[in-house]
Structure formats: C-alpha cells, structure tokens
Nanobody, 115 residues
Framework: QVQFVESGGGLVQPGESLELSCTVS????????LAWYRQAPGKERELVAL???????HYANSVKGRFTITRDNTKDTVYLKMDSLKPEETAVYFC?????????WGQGTQVIVSA
C-alpha cells in the first residue's frame, strides 16, 4: 500500500522560505498525481498544490506565485518550496495522492511561521 513520509518542516520567521519533502513508497510514483495539503489548528485540511504525472501543476490562490511544487521521479519524492511565508500558514503539511482518498495519510510535517 502507498505510504507518504513528509519532512522539512520547522520554525521560520514571516517572509522566510522553507522546502518540504515527501517520499512516497508502495506506488508507481511516476504514474500518480501528488498534492500537498495543510491543516491549521481548528481548521479543515486544504489543498495547497498538486502536480500531475505530466507535470501540470495547480495552486491554491492564496499561495500562487510564492509556492512551487516539483517532483523527482528518480527519487520517488515530491517537494514544496515555500517562499514569503506568512504567520497564517502555520499548519501541519501533508502530501497525498488526490485520486486515492482512502489511502492512509502520513504524519505530516509541522510548519510554524512566527516572529
């Protein structure tokens, strides 16, 4: 079964950058779409960005121009580069296959944006 392991979170100041990584196992990585989601305290999980097998990308309006999703099919890893981070983007970030909603979620990686 597919498994997602996220890493790269941490504490940063507003305006700083961070790059998250997610290694995927148990799937034909190059054939699946992948997305980053985030869940802030007390809020529902929301889609941040996604990439298709054909490298088409989509971003939530709130992160367009600041976040970049990429994938390395040789490493079975998807990345999320986040620039100009804002305090309201403090959340646990997860990666997942949007076409497999029943697949188990990983632990996520915590991002805290605070002065």
């Amino acid at each position: 079964q597919v498994q997602f392991v996220e890493s790269g979170g941490g504490l940063v100041q507003p305006g700083e950058s961070l790059e998250l990584s997610c290694t995927v196992s148990g799937s034909l990585f190059g054939t699946i779409g992948l997305a980053w989601y985030r869940q802030a305290p007390g809020k529902e999980r929301e889609l941040v960005a996604l990439t298709t097998p054909g490298l088409v990308t989509h971003y939530a309006n709130s992160v367009k121009g600041r976040f970049t999703i990429t994938r390395d099919n040789t490493k079975d890893t998807v990345y999320l580069k986040m620039d100009s981070l804002k305090p309201e983007e403090t959340a646990v970030y997860f990666c997942h296959d949007p076409s497999e909603p029943k697949a188990a979620w990983g632990q996520g990686t915590q991002v805290i944006v605070s002065a």
